[in-house]
């Protein structure tokens, strides 16, 4: 029991020392919340590390049994292989389809 108390304290003593990373010393260039209303949103942010983000949505079919939000956004970030992925998406009644050239496509 106390060479596994005196492990723990190691590792926590070795995590509590680690050098920051890139990622957790990300700031933020730019957040922007165009609307957020009864319509709908608009929001985009971008930070320092390359990523990227942003999204939009309304209600649509308003009042109706049909009644959903309607979302298109995209995000962009830098993959630990160096390889910057983007995404672009919709949401809406017909489900979440996204697209991305990692990513496969359907028959």
Do not use: C, W
């Not at 723990?8 to 957790?24: D, I, N, Q, R, W």
């Not at 009864?38 to 009644?67: K, M, P």
């Amino acid at each position: 029991m106390l060479m596994q108390v005196i492990a723990l304290f190691a590792l926590v003593a070795v995590a509590v020392g680690a050098p920051p990373t890139p990622e957790s010393q990300a700031r933020v260039l730019k957040n922007e919340v165009d609307n957020i209303g009864v319509d709908g949103y608009n929001f985009s942010y971008e930070t320092s590390n390359g990523i990227s983000a942003g999204e939009q949505g309304q209600v649509v079919n308003a009042g109706s049994e049909n009644e959903a939000i309607a979302v298109r956004g995209q995000f962009k970030y830098t993959g630990a292989d160096g390889i910057v992925y983007s995404v672009s998406y919709i949401a809406d009644e017909n489900g979440f389809q996204a697209e991305g050239a990692h990513l496969p496509v359907a028959p």
